[in-house]
């Protein structure tokens, strides 16, 4: 099994080598990903050479293991959910989990469909299912993992702006979500100006249609009360979409300062998204998160791994039609 060792060493330079050229990409989670899976296979292959019942029952774990993991995993979705909407409203967004915790739990069924069901279609229908629930699943561990190392990343120093996105405001105010970042661009503001710097804040976010005052304002009324000089805060109150929040600001910034860096604060479960928008919208800045309520983090991190999946359909379209037929050429051998 030297082979997959070989492909995990591999990997691992190229998601070195990428990392270190450009942070935001989504080609370096999967590059982490398959490293791991590759290292992971070389393993498993050196586990051949247990005794014959060792080797029984890692073989037992191994096939059971991921069917529970994945149940359990359904099940505190399911709960996520209910807490979601109970605690936030009865709004799309706020079923995600709920929805995604519902559509795992027949994941486990599936192989054993596969295999023994005597109605050939179903069993087809079966593996099909089993192959894109992989695929998906091992993208969205790709996400995760590459996620909370993206969030570990600290800023360097010496940037000219610290750019925060909006988020909704609840009656004119700063609803728990928002203050988070808040206090996160405060807290980097302050750190760099001790530091030696003169950085700008820009308060960044549009008024929606049912907000009293555009967000930016907002933000920079609640900022100045945490002690942030009115006259280092800009506005950007034009923006209704994250794209916009950066494409705005980015206006803003090029307008203060030749070549401007920056540093791009919002919620943790939205940091790595933002990176790959903010690469796109070619602005030279890190992406630093603020903490989420635990209860809210499950459901916002699916929306943003969707999001992501829908930014990138073409790929995975392909991918999800070449499993398919990979699913129907297995199914007839």
């Known amino acids: 099994m030297w082979i997959f060792y070989?492909?995990?060493?591999?990997l691992g330079v190229a998601f070195v080598v990428t990392v270190s050229r450009e942070r935001r990409r989504f080609r370096n989670a999967v590059l982490l990903g398959l490293t791991l899976l590759s290292l992971g296979l070389g393993l498993l292959g050196e586990a051949t050479r247990l005794d014959p019942q060792p080797l029984?029952?890692?073989?037992?774990?191994?096939?059971?293991?991921?069917?529970v993991a994945v149940l359990v995993l359904a099940i505190f979705l399911v709960l996520n959910g209910l807490t979601m909407l109970r605690r936030e409203g009865h709004r799309l967004g706020n079923l995600l989990s709920l929805l995604a915790g519902l559509a795992c739990l027949p994941v486990p069924a599936l192989p054993f469909a596969a295999q023994y069901l005597e109605n050939t279609a179903v069993a087809v229908a079966a593996l099909i299912l089993l192959i894109v629930a992989t695929y998906v699943g091992f993208v969205f561990c790709c996400y995760l993992l590459y996620s909370v190392l993206y969030g570990r990343l600290g800023a360097r120093s010496g940037f000219d702006f610290v750019v925060v996105l909006g988020s909704r405001l609840i009656d004119g105010r700063v609803p728990p979500l928002l203050a988070a970042r808040l206090d996160k661009a405060a807290a980097v503001w302050r750190a760099e100006t001790r530091s030696g710097g003169a950085p700008l804040l820009?308060?960044?976010?549009?008024?929606?249609?049912?907000?009293?005052?555009?967000?930016?304002?907002?933000?920079a009324e609640y900022l100045v009360t945490q002690g942030v000089p009115r006259e280092s805060i800009l506005c950007?109150?034009?923006?209704?979409?994250?794209?916009?929040?950066?494409?705005?600001?980015a206006a803003i910034m090029a307008e203060r300062r030749p070549d401007p860096r920056c540093v791009v604060v919002t919620n943790n479960f939205h940091a790595f998204r933002a990176a790959l928008l903010t690469r796109r919208a070619g602005v030279d800045g890190q992406v630093l998160g603020a903490r989420t309520a635990r209860y809210y983090w499950p459901s916002a991190t699916i929306r943003e791994f969707v999001a992501i999946l829908v930014e990138h359909r073409i790929a995975n379209l392909i991918a999800v039609l070449v499993l398919v037929v990979l699913g129907v050429l297995l199914a007839v051998t």
């Open 236 to 249: 950007e109150d034009r923006s209704t979409t994250t794209r916009e929040n950066l494409g705005f600001s």
């Open 56 to 67: 029984d029952i890692l073989i037992a774990v191994l096939f059971v293991g991921p069917a």
């Open 202 to 219: 820009i308060a960044s976010g549009g008024q929606g249609p049912d907000e009293a005052v555009p967000e930016a304002h907002g933000i």
């Open 6 to 10: 070989v492909v995990a060493a591999v």
